[in-house]
């Protein structure tokens, strides 16, 4: 059975609750020996901490959501910077690879634009001081987002669930940074996608699933989860003209490779 790396999800979610060990289980059933589970905030960030240490094969990143920022900008100086803190302390925490989901929202804009980007240099910050490369949300924020990282210290990282253009998927690969593949690449009039994908380096692609958000075909509509990632991988694999075998195998190496974790799968179930 080819070997399939979610490198997105949000097992911690509520959403899971009362059936999230039979979630994991059905991921590695389907071949996904290995999952990032992304934090959004100091608790769910916590979460994923203590399930990435509960279980083989679970990888924890922590950090602060653009559409949290606002309860940390808000507060008080000492308790904004306690947040910033809480997360810091938490990314040296066993089972942590990476700091996120961090980034910019411009959609929702449940949190404002300036809150955003402060919370999200405090974060580009940390995982220079921390050398972890960070996950990266940008949503109809491409512009602050490219300015962010340029002002920033160099980062290794990934722009998850990639739906920009052209431009700034140039922008990402010139700096050396990742982008994450999910279940729109299996929807319909998804042709400007496919172009970006198919003139991407193999080595600067990851698979993902964003479970629970965003469902694959045929999934879609329902509750994601990570064993819905061999669909995103089919339909990555069919756009290459790879073999699917092919692309797991490439996509698990590029995730291990960010994330600094060994290429050899981990043994299926608890320590």
């Given amino acids: 059975m080819m070997e399939l790396f979610d490198s997105h999800t949000h097992l911690e979610s ?16 389907a071949g996904v020996t290995r999952m990032l589970t992304c934090g959004s905030d100091v608790q769910t960030s916590e979460q994923s901490v203590a399930l990435a240490q509960a279980h083989d094969g679970i990888y924890a990143a922590v950090g602060i959501h653009g559409h949290r920022a606002c309860s940390v900008a808000q507060a008080h100086d000492e308790q904004g910077i306690d947040a910033i803190q809480c997360i810091a302390d938490l990314a040296q925490q066993s089972g942590v690879v990476a700091l996120g989901e961090l980034g910019l ?24 001081d921390l050398d972890l490369p960070v996950i990266l949300h940008n949503r109809e924020s491409d512009d602050d987002m490219r300015t962010m990282l340029t002002q920033a210290p160099p980062v290794r ?12 998927a140039g922008f990402a690969l010139a700096r050396g940074l990742y982008l994450g593949v999910a279940g729109p690449v299996t929807f319909g009039k998804m042709e400007q996608l496919a172009a970006i ?15 629970p958000y965003l469902a694959p075909h045929p999934q879609r509509g329902k509750r994601n989860e990570p064993a819905f990632v061999v669909h995103v991988a089919h339909a990555l694999a069919g756009l290459l003209d790879l073999p699917v075998e092919e692309l797991a195998r490439r996509t698990t190496e590029n995730a291990c490779r960010l994330l600094g974790v060994e290429v050899c799968a981990p043994s299926v179930g608890n320590p």
């Fill in 14 to 29: 509520s959403r899971y609750d009362g059936e999230r060990a039979e979630v994991i289980a059905r991921a590695q059933a």
């Fill in 105 to 128: 929202d411009y959609h929702y804009e449940l949190s404002t634009r300036q809150a955003q980007r402060m919370v999200l240099g405090h974060q580009l910050l940390l995982a220079r």
């Fill in 157 to 168: 990282g990934v722009l998850h669930c990639f739906l920009s253009d052209a431009s700034m």
């Fill in 197 to 211: 994908l198919r003139q991407t380096p193999l080595d600067r692609l990851l698979i993902e699933t964003d479970s």
